[in-house]
């Protein structure tokens, strides 16, 4: 079992920058393909960014590519989403999630959520 704990958000003007950090603990890092997504009140929690859990390869969300970068650093058990260029339509709750032993795109797949973040941006 892994317990996740999100950090960094905040309020923030369009253009600005931001990361976000995920710390884990409770269980090796490495073991779990990781993920970030958002949520925005009404509607469905979306996938914004992963990691693979053994090649480090990463995958964005057409709305977020080439502005946000998801990386990992298993020693400090940490996954960190640094968003860049951020636009208004970006503020959302951002959500850490880890699924165990396989990579994880989607959030119904998730093993563990962490407890949330808010991200807002003003224009």
Known sequence: QV???ESGGGLVQAGDSLRLSCTASGSTLSSYGMAWFRQVPGRE???VATI???TGSTYYADSVKGRFTISRDNAKMTVY???NSLKPEDTAVYYC???YGRDLSSAP????WGQG???TVSS
């Not at 797949?109 to 563990?112: F, I, P, T």
């Open 117 to 119: 973040i808010q991200v």
């Open 52 to 54: 693979r859990r053994s």
């Open 109 to 112: 797949l998730a093993d563990y």
């Open 3 to 5: 317990q996740l704990v």
């Open 45 to 47: 929690r979306m996938f």
């Open 81 to 83: 989403l640094q968003m």
């Open 97 to 99: 999630a880890a699924r």
